[in-house]
C-alpha cells in the first residue's frame, strides 16, 4: 500500500499540537511560535493559507474542540475559547500561574477540565468562568484530563505514573476518585513531550494510555481493569495517541519518529509511518479516512488514506461491524454510548439497568452535574442519621414491608406529582406541580395511607436545582441539589411539616403544603415511663416558606401562614417575585423579601412556573369536553410589574393533558403534553399575537432512535431541550436519578426525510428561536448580550437559506429561488445565490437577484 503523507510548514520548531473541528470542516494546529494556523480541511483546499491567530504570547500546548467551539492554552497560563463558525477569539476561561498542560471539555461543551502544573484539576462552567470546581487528590504535577463521552468520568494522569479515575455525578453530591492506578504510566517532567494521554473509545466503553514499557494498555469501563496491551511496534516512549471516530482503530506517535495504527479488534498494528522528526501530536478526521499530525519541525503532516478499505479494513470514520444490532452493541462490555455512525443521539444512552439496579453510573444532565468544592459539605448527608444513609445507595424497591407505625397527611402521597402517560385512560386535567413525582410505596395499612418509612420523591427538579424529600414518619428530610455547586452548596433540612410541593430558582427555594385536621387524642409515655393523654391539638394552618440561597442579609427566610381554611395549591418563584395559587382561588404574589405585594382572583388553577421575571399560569375554563379537549387557558404575567403579558387557549390534542409548564434559558414559555409534544409559545409579548409552535415530537424521536423510552423535560436550551430519559413502564423518574439527555429540537414538518425538508426545517426554526431572542433582548434592554447569539442564528439560516437556492437551481424552480433569496439576512449571503444562480446559467433569476439587492440598499 503507498503511503500518500503531504507536509507543510505550519509553525518555528518545537513542539506542535493537532486538532480538527469536530464538524471535520477544519484543522487547527497550535505551536511553539504561539501562534494558532486554522486550514480548510478539505483536500480541494489543502494548499489554501491559514488563518492565523495571536492571542497567545508563549507556546500553545493543548487545545480541544466541541461543536460550537475550541479552546487553546499554553505556557502562558491562559485558556482561550474561540468561536468555530468564526475562529474569533470570545474569551479567557482561566489565566493560571503555571502552564497549562491538558483540557477536556464534556460531552455538552458546558464544562472544560483544565490541568495545569500543580497537583489539582479546576472544572470550569464554560459560561459562568466564576464557577469553578476543584479536584483534589494528585501528589504530583497532573498530565492529562479526559472526561469520557458521557461525561461521567474524568480520568486523570499525573508525572508520577499515577492514574485516576473520577466518579463526576457520585452520589456524595461532589466529584470523587473511585480508583487509583499506581504507576501505571511512565515517570516524566512536567514539560516532558511524554503527555500521558488518556484516550477514550468513542462508546465510553474503554480507555487506553501508554504504559511504562513502550506499549498502549487498554483498559474496560466497566471494571477498571486492563483488558489487553498493544505492543511490539514502538522501541522508544510513546508521546500521545488517538481513537478513532469509530472505534476500530489507535493511532500512536513516539519517540521513535513512528506514526503507528492499531486494530483494536486484531489487537496488533497494521501499518506505519516513519517521520523525518519527531512527532507531537496525532488527529483523526471525524469523517473522511484521513490522519492529521505535527512534529518538531513545526510541520503539519496530512496522512491520505492510511486504512486500506479496499482490503474490506473498516473506514475509520464508519461505524464497526455494521452487521451486528445496534440495540446489542449498546450493552457491549458495559458500553454506554453507541458506536459513531448509529442513528442515537449523542450523550443519550446509558444501561438500561442504571434505573432499574441502582446504577451509580447514570448520567447526570451536564448542565446539572453533581460538582461541588472539597469541604464540610462535600458529605451532605453524612450527619443525617443511617437512615439517611441507607436511603442514599440505590433507591427503595417497589415492594417493602409495610409499618404500621405513623402519621401523617394525605397529601403526603404525592398527589400533586407530575401526571404523565399518553397511555392513561382520558380523564379531567389534573393539577400537578412542574417538575415533581409522587411516592411510589404507600403504607395503606393507615388511614389515611402514608409513604412507607424512607420512601422518597422529588419536589422539583429544572435546570437549576433539584428537590426531593425522604419521608421519616413523625418528619422528612428535605435536600437541595444545584447543578451548578461552585455558586451554591447543596444542603438539607429537617422537615416537620412534611411539605408537598416546592420549587427552586436562583433566588432561593419556596416549599408549601396543605392546612391539616386536628390530631385525634393518643396516648403515649413521658421520659419518667408513665402513661399520659396527648393533648388535641387545634386545626393546622397552610404554610409557605421561602428560604433564601444568598445569605447577605440576616433573617432573609420567611414563613407565611394562610388564613385557616385556605390552601396553598401551587407554588412558583422568580428573579422578583414568590408566587402561591390557593384553594380559595387567590393568587398571591409576594416579594423576595416577604412583602405581599399583590393579589388576585384565578380560579381552576392547573400548574404555575417562573422564570426571570415572568411566571405562567394554566387555569380549567370548565371541564373535560365532549369531544376529549380539556379546555385550558393559559396566562403570562410579569410579576415586577404586574402586567398581564399574554393570554390564551391551551391547544391540547384531544385526549391528551398537560404534563409540564416551563421557561427556556430565554424566557420562552414551554408546554408538554402526553403525547409527548413540545411546544413553544411564539410571539409571547405581543398581545392577542401569540401561538403555540411544535418543535419536538417524543415519540417520533424515541421511534428513530429505536428505543424503548419517554423523555421528562426539565428545561430547554436555546435550540435544545433538557430532559430525564425514562425507561421501562415508569412515567416519571425515580431513584437513583435517571440519565439527562439534551435533545435537539426538531419542527414536525413534511419531507423531513429529504435535505430540502431538513434545510426548511432548520431554517424555519432558527428563525422563530432568534425572533424570540431579539424580542426579549429589547425587552430587556440586553441587545448587546444578545448581538452575537443573533448574529450567529443570522449567519446559520442564511447558510440553510443558500443550500436551498442550490437544489432549487439544478430543479429550475425559479420562484421558490426568489422566495428563498428574499429570507436572506444579508447582502453578502445575497451575492452569493447571486453567484448559485449565475453558475447555473440562470440569467433571468440572477438579474431579479440583483433588483432585489439593489432594493436592499435604498431601504
Known amino acids: 500500500m503507498t503511503i500518500t503523507v503531504l507536509p507543510r510548514e505550519a509553525h518555528e520548531e518545537g513542539f506542535t499540537t493537532v486538532a480538527y473541528k469536530t464538524d471535520g470542516s477544519s484543522i487547527i494546529t497550535g505551536g511553539h511560535d504561539a501562534k494558532l494556523c486554522i486550514y480548510d480541511a478539505s483536500r480541494s483546499q489543502r494548499n489554501a493559507e491559514p488563518k492565523i491567530l495571536q492571542d497567545h504570547s508563549e507556546p500553545i500546548l493543548t487545545m480541544a474542540t466541541h461543536k460550537a467551539s475550541f479552546v487553546t492554552a499554553g505556557e502562558d497560563g491562559s485558556v482561550l475559547i474561540f468561536r468555530n463558525s468564526t475562529n474569533d477569539f470570545e474569551k479567557f476561561l482561566v489565566r493560571s500561574t503555571t502552564p497549562v498542560r491538558s483540557l477536556s471539555f464534556n460531552s455538552n461543551g458546558t464544562r472544560i ?24 487528590g494528585h501528589s504530583t504535577h497532573v498530565k492529562s484530563v479526559a472526561f469520557s463521552p458521557t461525561s461521567d468520568h474524568l480520568i486523570s494522569t499525573d508525572i508520577g505514573g499515577d492514574v485516576k479515575i473520577w466518579d463526576m455525578n457520585h452520589t456524595s453530591g461532589a466529584p470523587q ?80 519518529r513512528q506514526v503507528v495504527i492499531w486494530d483494536t479488534t486484531k489487537k496488533s498494528d497494521v501499518i506505519k509511518y516513519e517521520n523525518t522528526a519527531g512527532v507531537c501530536g496525532v488527529a483523526w478526521h471525524p469523517q473522511e479516512n484521513e490522519l492529521a499530525f505535527t ?21 475509520p470514520a464508519q461505524k464497526a461491524l455494521e452487521e451486528m444490532d445496534d440495540l446489542d452493541r449498546l450493552f457491549e462490555e458495559g458500553a454506554t454510548q453507541p458506536s459513531v455512525g448509529m442513528s442515537l443521539p449523542h450523550n443519550s444512552l446509558v444501561d438500561d439497568a442504571a434505573e432499574d439496579d441502582g446504577d451509580e453510573g447514570a448520567i447526570e444532565d451536564e448542565e446539572g452535574e453533581d460538582l461541588d468544592d472539597e469541604g464540610e459539605d462535600v458529605d451532605m448527608l453524612s450527619d443525617m442519621g443511617d437512615f439517611v444513609i441507607d436511603d442514599d445507595g440505590a433507591g427503595y424497591a417497589e415492594e417493602r414491608q409495610h409499618r404500621s407505625n405513623g402519621g401523617g397527611r394525605s397529601q403526603h402521597t404525592g398527589v400533586r406529582g ?33 409513604p412507607v418509612e424512607g420512601e422518597r420523591r422529588y419536589m422539583a427538579f429544572n435546570m437549576f436545582g433539584i428537590i426531593y424529600t425522604i419521608y421519616q414518619n413523625t418528619h422528612s428530610i428535605v435536600n437541595v441539589e444545584f447543578h451548578d455547586q461552585a455558586q451554591h452548596r447543596n444542603f438539607h433540612f429537617t422537615d416537620y411539616y412534611h411539605y408537598t410541593m416546592a420549587a427552586i430558582g436562583p433566588e432561593g427555594a419556596v416549599f408549601a403544603v396543605e392546612g391539616g385536621k386536628p390530631k385525634k387524642k393518643e396516648k ?50 422568580n428573579e422578583c417575585s414568590v408566587v402561591a395559587v390557593t384553594s380559595a382561588g387567590y393568587v398571591r404574589v409576594f416579594t423576595i423579601s416577604g412583602l405581599q405585594n399583590h393579589i388576585f382572583r384565578l380560579e381552576n388553577s392547573v400548574a404555575t412556573a417562573a ?88 415519540k417520533t424521536t424515541a421511534k428513530e432512535f429505536q428505543r424503548q423510552e419517554r423523555y421528562w423535560p426539565v428545561g430547554m436550551l436555546r435550540d435544545r431541550i433538557m430532559c430525564l430519559i425514562i425507561r421501562g413502564n415508569n412515567d416519571s423518574p425515580y431513584f437513583p436519578r435517571p440519565p439527562v439527555d439534551d435533545m435537539e429540537l426538531r419542527m414536525p414538518i413534511v419531507n423531513l426525510e429529504t435535505e430540502a425538508g ?52 439544478r430543479t429550475d424552480k425559479e420562484q421558490r429561488i426568489l422566495d428563498l433569496a428574499f429570507a436572506l439576512q444579508s447582502s453578502r449571503s445575497m451575492d452569493a445565490a447571486i453567484k448559485i444562480v449565475t453558475h447555473f446559467k440562470m440569467t433571468n433569476v440572477a438579474e431579479k437577484l440583483i433588483q432585489i439587492k439593489e432594493v436592499w440598499v435604498w431601504m
Open 177 to 256: 476518585c473511585i480508583k487509583t492506578l499506581s504507576g501505571a504510566v511512565r515517570k516524566c517532567a512536567s514539560d516532558a513531550d511524554v503527555l500521558n494521554t488518556i484516550a477514550w473509545s468513542p462508546d465510553g466503553a474503554y480507555f487506553c494510555f501508554a504504559g511504562k514499557e513502550h506499549e498502549i494498555c487498554v483498559y474496560s469501563s466497566k471494571d477498571w481493569t486492563q483488558k489487553y496491551a498493544l505492543e511490539f511496534a514502538h522501541f522508544n516512549d510513546i508521546i500521545t495517541m488517538a481513537w478513532s471516530p469509530n472505534g476500530s482503530y489507535i493511532c500512536s506517535v513516539g519517540k521513535d
Open 295 to 315: 512534529d518538531q519541525k513545526g510541520r503539519l503532516l496530512l496522512w491520505y488514506d492510511p486504512i486500506d478499505i479496499s482490503k474490506n479494513m473498516p473506514h
Open 524 to 573: 403515649t409515655t413521658n421520659e419518667e415511663g408513665e402513661e399520659v393523654e396527648e393533648q388535641e391539638e387545634g386545626v393546622t394552618t397552610s404554610i409557605l416558606y421561602y428560604r433564601p440561597l444568598m445569605n447577605w442579609a440576616n433573617n432573609a427566610e420567611w414563613t407565611v401562614h394562610l388564613p385557616e381554611g385556605e390552601n396553598v395549591v401551587s407554588v412558583a418563584i
Open 113 to 136: 477540565a483544565v490541568a495545569t502544573d500543580e497537583d489539582i484539576i479546576r472544572v470550569i462552567l464554560v459560561r459562568d468562568i466564576s464557577k469553578v470546581v476543584t479536584l483534589m
Open 418 to 450: 407530575r401526571s404523565m402517560g399518553p397511555h392513561h385512560k382520558l380523564t379531567e386535567q389534573k393539577r400537578f406541580q412542574p417538575g415533581a413525582t409522587e411516592f411510589r410505596t404507600m403504607d395503606t395499612t393507615i388511614k389515611p395511607p402514608v
Open 611 to 698: 422564570h426571570g421575571t415572568l411566571v405562567l399560569f394554566v387555569y380549567k375554563q370548565g371541564g373535560t369536553g365532549l369531544n376529549g379537549e380539556q379546555n385550558l387557558e393559559f396566562m403570562l404575567m410579569d410579576t415586577s410589574t404586574q402586567e398581564m403579558i399574554q393570554k390564551g387557549n391551551l391547544p391540547l390534542q384531544k385526549s391528551s393533558q398537560l404534563t409540564w409548564i416551563g421557561f427556556s434559558e430565554a424566557s420562552q414559555v414551554l408546554m408538554y403534553d402526553s403525547n409527548d409534544i413540545l411546544s413553544i409559545l411564539h410571539r409571547q409579548r405581543t398581545f392577542g399575537q401569540s401561538y403555540w409552535v411544535p418543535v419536538f415530537d417524543g
Open 758 to 809: 431538513q434545510l426548511e426545517e432548520l431554517h424555519m426554526r432558527t428563525r422563530l428561536i432568534a425572533q424570540h431572542d431579539r424580542t426579549e433582548a429589547v425587552a430587556n434592554h440586553q441587545e448587546d448580550e444578545y448581538y452575537d447569539v443573533l448574529k450567529e442564528a443570522d449567519a446559520e439560516m442564511d447558510k440553510a437559506l443558500l443550500r436551498l437556492i442550490q437544489i432549487a437551481c
